[in-house]
């Protein structure tokens, strides 16, 4: 791990990784907890991007209380996270080997 934090509704990552693991404290009002035999699902709690320019458009969901966010093993020079107000978590940043 290179580097942690926290974030509440909205960060943007600038430490440069292979993968980021965002973790949800808490999730928006309008997102519904629901248990699958066991896991957590938080359908569409919010959305990650890589950091790359254009390629936010090309966002992808954080659907879990744990999310492991990584881009075909390449190296990403950072990240975006969004949940909206009431949204909040914790990041951090892995160089893999």
């Known amino acids: 791990m290179t580097d942690e934090g926290d974030f509440d509704g909205s960060v943007a ?4 990784a292979d993968l980021y693991v965002v973790s949800l404290t808490s999730v928006p009002d309008h997102v519904a907890d629901r248990n699958t035999d066991g896991p957590q699902w938080r359908p569409r709690a919010g959305w ?24 075909n ?11 909206g107000p009431g949204g909040a978590g914790h990041w951090q940043a892995w160089i893999l080997t």
């Open 73 to 83: 093993g390449r190296r990403m020079p950072g990240a975006l996270v969004y949940t």
């Open 13 to 16: 990552i600038t430490v440069p």
């Open 48 to 71: 990650w991007a890589p950091l790359n320019g254009t390629f936010v458009a090309d966002h992808r969901y954080l659907n879990h209380v744990d999310n492991h966010c990584a881009d």
